[in-house]
């Protein structure tokens, strides 16, 4: 079974920077690609960035140029750095990974329970 954990969360002043992680652990085939999503209150959850096998990456266009997505694959490990934070970047950000099991090569889509990222003006 496989599963995700996130970490790095927390509260910065506007400008600042955080950088969250998500592992993936359990029986892994391959990961084909890991991002993460962001859900603000009273909106929708929206695609911020991912990362796709071959280190392709897509951003948000708010996000663009401010964070960063990488993946240490080796640790199944994805992470985003975000630099120059905003107010209206607070919201809980969700890690979200998809990929193949290892005992049955079955597809998978697994979302981590979410971390806060509040940004104070």
């Known amino acids: 079974q496989v599963q995700l954990v996130e970490s790095g969360g927390g509260l910065v002043q506007a400008g600042g920077s955080l950088r969250l992680s998500c592992a993936a652990s359990?029986?892994?085939?391959?990961?084909?690609?890991m991002g993460w999503y962001r859900q603000a209150p009273g909106k929708q959850r929206e695609l911020v960035a991912v990362?796709?096998?071959?280190?392709?990456?897509n951003y948000a266009d708010s996000v663009k140029g401010r964070f960063t997505i990488s993946r240490d694959n080796a640790k199944n490990t994805v992470y985003l750095q975000m630099n120059s934070l905003k107010p209206e970047d607070t919201a809980i950000y969700y890690c979200n990974a998809k990929g193949l099991s290892g005992r049955t090569f079955r597809y998978f889509e697994l979302w981590g329970q979410g971390t806060l990222v509040t940004v104070s003006s």
């Open positions: 990362i796709i096998s071959g280190d392709s990456t």
């Open positions: 359990g029986s892994i085939f391959s990961i084909n690609a």
